[in-house]
């Protein structure tokens, strides 16, 4: 049911499609959307100091069964904005 990776763009309607199966992102007409949102997204990671890890979180279910990899507490990677001090911004983001 889930994709592993995950699609770099992903883009839903919700009101059609409530489960989110059906990924627009890479359909035909959905360029116009997917810039506006890509533009925000930029926007907004500027102003909260936001960043994409590095290093990722690994999962810490098996995508499958839905069991736990690892007893315990689950290893972290990086955290989003870290190396760029977003614990530090007290911005809003774009409105």
């Known amino acids: ?13 919700p009101a059609d499609d409530p ?3 059906r990924n627009l992102a890479q359909e035909p007409g959905h360029e ?7 533009k925000l997204l930029d926007e907004w990671m500027e102003e909260t100091a936001d960043a ?3 290093d990722l979180s690994p999962d810490g279910y098996d995508r ?3 069991k736990p990899f690892v007893k315990g507490a ?3 990677g990086t955290w989003p904005g870290k190396p760029r001090g977003a ?9």
Request: hydrophobic fraction near 35%; charge should be positive.
């Open 74 to 76: 689950p290893v972290r």
């Open 52 to 54: 994409v890890p590095e």
């Open 32 to 38: 116009a959307v997917l810039q506006r949102l890509s």
């Open 64 to 66: 499958e069964t839905g």
């Open 1 to 13: 049911m889930f994709l592993s990776p995950r699609p770099r763009e992903e883009l839903y309607r």
């Open 19 to 21: 489960l989110q199966l």
């Open 87 to 95: 614990h530090l911004v007290n911005a809003s983001g774009p409105r």
